[in-house]
């Protein structure tokens, strides 16, 4: 167990909206505890619902996809949800419902501590790039901190409007390259003097 776990069960046991008595299950999230890259969707769908894992819908299948086309695999990163219980009818978040869930997502991320975080969806945009529209801010990146945040549209997006699919698929093969360029340069220790010249010891 880790203190990331442990927050598991507190999430699953939340009572604080009304969602939460009308779940199956809550969905906390899942992945690397030392994710360097931690995607924030929106909320669960009734697959996510059935299962208590985030992102195992089709929508969830094409995430993998997004995840394998720069190289990595779903257990190498960390998928959360804005909102953990999934809405009636798979309605939108109620600004309540974001708020009471907000202190289980900040403490996911205080405790992965991830170097990016991809927000997945307008609702997890708004945390991080208030009053900004996702159609003209998706593909950039900015730096907080030491947190780089990279907006994306929702995967479930493409499945809407297939129109879309390219423009997700080309922003996440950005991702490599945003965070290779944030990665402070790395530089070659300098030798000591001894070891720069051949020491004569006789």
């Known amino acids: 167990m880790s203190a990331l776990t442990d927050l598991y069960p507190q999430i699953q046991a939340c009572r604080r909206c009304e969602i939460g008595y009308s779940r199956t299950k809550a969905v906390p999230g899942e992945g690397s505890e030392h994710a360097e890259i931690m995607f924030i969707g929106e909320a669960p769908g009734w697959h996510e619902d059935q299962q208590g894992r985030p992102f195992v819908g089709p929508a969830g299948q094409f995430l993998d996809q997004l995840i394998a086309s720069i190289g990595l695999k779903r257990e190498q990163v960390y998928i959360a949800n804005v ?16 708020q009471n869930c907000k202190s289980w997502l900040d403490e996911q991320i205080k405790l992965v501590h991830p170097k990016m975080i991809v927000t997945l969806g307008r609702f997890s945009m708004e945390k991080y790039f208030p009053g900004k529209t996702i159609s003209k801010i998706h593909g950039t990146a900015k730096r907080e901190g030491d947190i780089i945040y990279f907006a994306m549209y929702h995967p479930a997006a493409a499945l809407h409007q297939g129109n879309l699919r390219k423009d997700i698929e080309a922003d996440m093969l950005k991702i490599p390259r945003v965070l290779a360029e944030a990665a402070p340069a790395v530089q070659e220790p300098e030798k000591p003097a001894e070891q720069q010249k051949q020491l004569n010891l006789f």
Request: proline content about 25%.
């Open 83 to 98: 909102v953990k219980c999934r809405p009636p009818n798979n309605r939108e978040p109620l600004p309540t419902e974001i």
